[in-house]
């Protein structure tokens, strides 16, 4: 199984300020033939469902804001969040859909500073 | 607008039986692959199992394989989670999630809300 990593577990950020989130797995995520890195990041706010933002890596999903931005390739991956807005307090975290079983990461928790 | 929304969580006692419902609607259901995902309390995303548009295929978690079995009725746009022998460590959150295409290794683009179950004597 492909284990992911994120760090760190939690952070607070100024509104307005920048908030980084990274994310690692055990074996690369990359596929040579399409040059295409299967991962994805997703937002959870409390008592709600997960909210995809980004796949393959850097893809932000339709009607995501463009302060969301994803980025890394192989095992390394990053997602930003240029300028941190009250509404984006919540739990982030990662998945890999290079090869089943498909796997999560931890989460990392965004919080206003 | 795509929804989904899981039924059937509750409290069951170890070794008993449960079956989730998912009702899908406002996207062609069939062209689809559909899966589980479960987050236990104060814990990770777990995915749970996969199936085919079609239904013909279907993939769990080594942790419920033997125990849980993945149905779809694409004429209803419904997904049944039958859980049998539940255990304690099955206790979780339970959503239904709609793949981004047929593939089994996908992202996932819509979620349900989630339906609770808890496995306690």
């Known amino acids: 199984d492909i284990v992911m990593t994120q760090s760190p577990d939690s952070l607070a950020v100024s509104l307005g300020e920048r908030a980084t989130i990274n994310c690692k797995s055990n074996?690369?995520?990359?596929?040579?033939?399409?040059?295409?890195?299967?991962l994805a990041w997703y937002q959870q706010k409390p008592g709600q469902p997960p909210n995809l933002l980004i796949y393959?890596?850097?893809t932000r999903e339709s009607g995501v804001p463009d302060r969301f931005s994803g980025s890394g390739s192989g095992t390394d991956f990053t997602l930003t969040i240029s300028s941190l807005q009250a509404e984006d307090v919540a739990v982030y975290y990662c998945?890999?859909?290079?090869?089943?079983?498909?796997?999560f990461g931890p989460g990392t928790k965004v919080d206003v500073k | 607008e795509v929804q989904l929304l899981e039924s059937g969580g509750g409290l069951v006692q170890p070794g008993g039986s449960l079956r989730l419902s998912c009702a899908a609607s406002?996207?062609?259901?069939?062209?689809?692959?559909m899966s589980w995902v479960r987050q236990a309390p104060g814990k990770g995303r777990e995915w749970v199992s996969s199936?085919?548009?079609?239904?013909?295929?279907?993939f769990y978690a080594d942790s419920v394989k033997g125990r849980f079995t993945f149905s779809r009725d694409n004429s209803k746009n419904t997904l049944y989670l039958q859980m049998n022998s539940l255990r304690a460590e099955d206790t979780a959150v339970y959503y239904c999630?709609?793949?981004?295409?047929?593939?089994?290794?996908?992202?996932?683009?819509?979620w349900g809300q989630g339906t609770l179950v808890t496995v306690s004597s």
């Open positions: 393959w890596a850097s």
């Open positions: 999630a709609k793949n981004y295409d047929e593939s089994r290794l996908s992202w996932f683009d819509s």
């Open positions: 406002g996207f062609t259901f069939s062209s689809y692959a």
């Open positions: 199936i085919t548009g079609s239904g013909g295929g279907t």
């Open positions: 998945q890999q859909y290079y090869s089943g079983p498909l796997t």
């Open positions: 074996q690369s995520v990359l596929y040579s033939s399409n040059n295409k890195n299967y």
